[in-house]
């Protein structure tokens, strides 16, 4: 039964006759009450996937009648107790993931019923006792991730063995030559992740029921045995040895292999092997995933390798394959990723990589390809990753790689000999996170739409030839980190907004034609992170620089002061005559020059002009600039209704900016009718003219004392006045209560607003914190609703479908937008709000992503990626006082780990529903508050 809570009561101990008592699956706590010792008919004692916690009580050694044992999934510490040795009709031991210490007893080798001991997931330590090699019954052999050392004893000569699984441990030695000689019956053997040595015993090949062999990760040496008789083998792992001698018969072994039909996974990269790849290789048609990455293979890439029609992850990289790529690799239409890069392939691309489809991941830099690069690329609608860096491309870049919206990581082109432009098509990559054409042959301008790919973290074309200004329109790329320009032959001043991006951290600019002075504010007050040099026009800017004072404006400076010193006194005089006057006439002559100040866009809000405005936030100065956007800025101000002063945000639109009007709409219709607890509130609004007479417009919001969720999980110094405390330290809960916040409004804004409505750019900067940390979702720019009677979505947007890292995957390939994207969203704001971490973290490569980090760390490691600063806080003191022992916040979080991968899972339809989430977050926080109180 299901559902259950609380503790073990210790009246259990007096049902005296009870001979089973299995509590699997629920949620009790506190400690197993030590009268269950007085069950002295128990036959089975089945608490696993609670949340019990201390040590295993010694009274059970009492219920000698016992054939089952099963503690796991719980919290137990300490070891194993001694009295245990009475239980000696034990069948069934599982005690896996749980926090148990010691060495594993010798004792339990009495045991000679024994057919299955599981213990993964502790901390054992110490060598296996060789007194195991009693038990001639046991089929179950498990202590993976454990700290176990020393060798393997030579007691395993148990015929009766069919799983032996000791992963990730510290075990060294060799194995014996006649060790599968010993296990008959052997199923699976996994040693991966230890410090095995010596040679993989020949005696392997005889282990016909073997269908799982794991050896990857130790320092196996040698030549690998045959395997011509393993039938079942269906995963072959020996990745990361030292096996192989650079040798033309290295790879003898994989022939052998040809029976082995029913092989899904082949393994052995990162190691010395040498040698060609025989064809027979390509006969396991069933693979769907091949990993020879990183050895001594040469020769040609045999066109068999079209055979392998169901693989979905095809790694070759780090060898030394030479010659083309051969056409057959168009068959691979199942294929994910391909990983080609570092060997010394050359020739044409293949025009057949356009028919994989399904290919997401293509890595083919640091080779020798060379000639144009094929257009059938631009059919792989659902590529995200592109890398021909290092390569010999010629030829203009075609125009259809630009049109492939699903590119989102990084599009890498470097390293070549690359001509002509870059075409405007290049605008389109809007979802582009790293663009770099460096070092080839490029010339003409910079096409001023690239500005409009404002998902770009890194942008090179240095090393080229390329003319012109930086445009204008690349003020809307705030997101940079990398902005690479150099060794071209760009001209004109160096842009001011440069100077306002926040997150730079290279802007390299060296050897051009600037000329000019040189901004002052912001990235330009940094000299570890600009270059400038070889612009020899350039002037003043920070003195760091040591660049000439601009002569020019030094002297407009001296003649500005000399005019002060004369005029003052006559424009005393004059300004006196000119304020009666203007006092006359200001009425008339303003309401003239710009009656749009009293119209709006959306009547259900105040008006309040843009007067008020520029005096409320002292002509929008840099002092009170508390955040900027690519449609906007936001300023702290002070508006007084009735003589009472409440503070404000000012959201004023940059209608400069292509499609910023867009987003000022969208944001209107979207708060038109919309109001809740969890979702920013709309004071007033302001639609008019300027003092220059240009369009203006401007949302007022509530002022949120604490800022944003951004800047709480990735800023230390605090500035809010939560505690007056020195740093932004956010605890479980006030972390869990944030994240019902956003769920409450997302489930108001799909479920309850009339016309389901999709957020489409959920994420921390977002998320706006009152003074009492209440979480308010605000910036509707992009929002979408969802009319009931289509199947289409109405964006009321820019088409923009939000921001790299917290876009769901089927955005980036163009699928329609629902509800679902918004629980991705959520699913990754979760897992960054737990783990610290941004989805962009360089941590994160081709290979591993943010909702990967997590789900792998599950359930054993997740203290290890949890923001550290968490346990800084005093809520969950009295659940981390031992060091040793995490006690019941593991057990927290690891459901809200569970939450967020199951909101961030890749295919719409595995993700929860946000009803769910709010359900399952609730029960999180009830029984955590109940822990803690």
């Known amino acids: 039964m299901n559902g259950w809570s609380g503790s073990i009561s210790p009246e259990v101990g007096n049902m005296s006759f009870l001979r089973e008592l299995i509590l699997y699956n629920n949620s009790f706590t506190g400690v197993i009450p030590q009268e269950i010792g007085r069950l002295s008919k128990l036959r089975r004692l089945g608490l696993s996937n609670n949340s019990l916690s201390g040590e295993i009580p010694s009274n059970i050694s009492r219920c000698r009648n016992l054939v089952a044992l099963q503690l796991n999934g719980n919290n137990f510490i300490g070891a194993i107790p001694n009295e245990f040795e009475s239980l000696t009709k034990l069948l069934f031991i599982n005690l896996h993931s749980n926090d148990l210490t010691g060495e594993i007893p010798k004792f339990i080798g009495n045991f000679t019923s024994l057919m299955f001991i599981s213990g993964l997931g502790n901390n054992f330590h110490g060598s296996i006792p060789d007194t195991l090699g009693q038990l001639s019954n046991l089929w179950f052999f498990g202590f993976a991730e454990n700290n176990l050392s020393g060798v393997l004893p030579p007691f395993f000569n148990l ?11 510290q075990i060294s030695g060799n194995l014996p030559s006649d060790f599968a000689q010993s296990f008959p019956r052997l199923e699976s053997l996994s040693l991966r992740f230890n410090k095995f040595s010596g040679s993989i015993p020949v005696s392997l090949s005889n282990a016909t029921n073997l269908e799982r062999l794991a050896l990857n990760a130790n320092a196996f040496t040698g030549n690998v045995p045959t395997f011509d008789r393993l039938q079942r083998l269906r995963g072959f792992a020996i990745n990361i040895n030292k096996l192989g001698n650079g040798k033309l018969d290295d790879l003898n072994f994989v022939s052998s292999l040809a029976n082995c039909t029913k092989l899904i996974r082949l393994g052995f990269g990162a190691n010395s092997l040498g040698g060609v790849l025989p064809k027979s290789m390509f006969n396991f048609t069933q693979l769907i995933d091949l990993t020879v990455g990183g050895n001594l293979i040469s020769g040609n890439i045999p066109s068999e390798i079209g055979q392998l029609v169901n693989i979905r992850r095809l790694f070759l990289f780090s060898n030394q394959f030479t010659g083309r790529i051969p056409d057959s690799i168009g068959n691979l239409k199942n294929v994910g990723v391909i990983s080609l890069r570092r060997n010394l392939l050359s020739g044409y691309m293949p025009s057949t990589f356009g028919n994989l489809t399904q290919l997401s991941r293509l890595y083919l830099d640091h080779n020798k390809l060379e000639g144009p690069l094929s257009s059938s690329l631009s059919k792989c609608r659902g590529l995200q990753l592109l890398d021909l860096s290092k390569n010999n491309f010629s030829g203009y870049i075609p125009k259809g790689i630009f049109s492939l919206s699903s590119l989102s990581i990084y599009l890498d082109l470097s390293d070549n000999h690359f001509v002509g432009s870059l075409p405007p098509e290049a605008g389109s990559l809007k979802n582009l996170g790293s663009f770099d054409v460096s070092n080839n042959m490029m010339s003409g301008v910079i096409p001023a739409s690239l500005g409009a790919c404002t998902s770009l973290v890194v942008l090179s074309v240095s090393g080229n030839t390329i003319q012109g200004e930086i445009p204008e329109s690349f003020r809307s790329l705030r997101g940079l980190e990398i902005l690479d320009l150099s060794n071209n032959n760009l001209i004109g001043k160096i842009p001011e907004f440069l100077g306002d991006f926040l997150f730079f951290k290279d802007l390299n600019l060296s050897f051009n034609g600037f000329v000019g002075k040189v901004p002052e504010l912001g990235a330009f007050k940094n000299l570890s992170i600009v270059s400038i040099d070889g612009n020899t026009k350039l002037c003043g800017g920070f003195q760091g620089f040591q660049l000439p004072k601009c002569s020019i404006e030094e002297s ?9 010193i004369i005029m003052v006194p006559i424009l005393t005089v004059i300004f006196g005559t000119l304020v009666v006057i203007f006092c006359l006439l200001y009425k008339s002559r303003y309401n003239n020059k710009i009656p749009e100040e009293t119209n709006s866009d959306n009547e259900n809000f105040p008006q309040v002009s843009y007067r008020r405005l520029h005096e409320a936030t002292d002509g929008f100065s840099l002092a009170n600039l508390i955040g900027s956007g690519t449609f906007s800025e936001v300023y702290k101000a002070i508006l007084y209704e009735k003589n009472t002063p409440q503070a404000v945000a000012v959201k004023v639109l940059k209608l400069a900016v292509h499609g910023a009007d867009k987003s000022f709409l969208a944001e ?5 009718s919309i109001r809740h607890r969890n979702l920013v509130k709309i004071v007033t609004s ?19 004392v604490n800022g944003s969720l951004e ?25 869990l209560n944030i994240m019902i916040d956003v769920a409450m409004a997302l489930d108001y804004i799909h479920c309850q607003c009339g016309s389901p409505m999709v957020h489409c750019d959920l994420k921390p900067s977002n998320i ?16 979408t609703f969802i009319q009931h009677d289509s199947s289409s979505s109405h964006t009321i947007s820019l088409g923009i479908n939000g921001t790299i890292g917290y876009v769901p995957p089927e955005h980036g390939m163009g699928s329609k937008i629902s509800t679902c994207g918004d629980i991705y969203s959520f699913g990754i704001l979760m897992l960054e709000s737990f783990t610290g971490k941004r989805p962009t973290d360089s941590m994160f490569s081709s290979s591993l992503n943010l909702h990967d980090f997590v789900k792998i760390a599950m359930p054993y490691k997740v203290m290890e990626i949890t923001d550290p600063v968490l346990f ?13 022992h995490h006690g019941p916040i593991e057990e927290f979080l690891t459901s809200i780990y569970l939450i967020g991968t199951a909101c961030s899972m890749e295919l719409p339809r595995d993700r929860l529903h946000i009803k769910n989430v709010i359900e399952q977050l609730q029960i999180v926080k009830k029984t955590f508050l109940e822990t803690i109180g």
């Open 159 to 169: 015929s009766s063995l069919t799983d032996i699984d000791l992963p990730n441990n």
């Open 556 to 564: 407009r400076k001296n003649r500005v002061l000399l005019f002060l």
């Open 668 to 672: 209107c219709e979207a708060l038109r």
């Open 686 to 704: 302001c639609s008019g003219i300027d003092f220059q007479g240009n369009d203006f417009k401007a949302l007022i919001y509530s002022y949120m």
């Open 711 to 735: 800047e709480w999980l990735h800023q230390n110094p605090i500035v809010g006045p939560v505690n007056e405390a020195p740093y932004r330290c956010l605890n479980f809960l006030q972390r």
């Open 768 to 783: 706006l914190l009152d003074d009492d940390l209440v979480a308010h979702l605000g910036d509707f720019g992009l929002s």
């Open 872 to 884: 800084e806080t005093r809520k969950e003191e009295n659940m981390t006082e031992n060091a040793q």
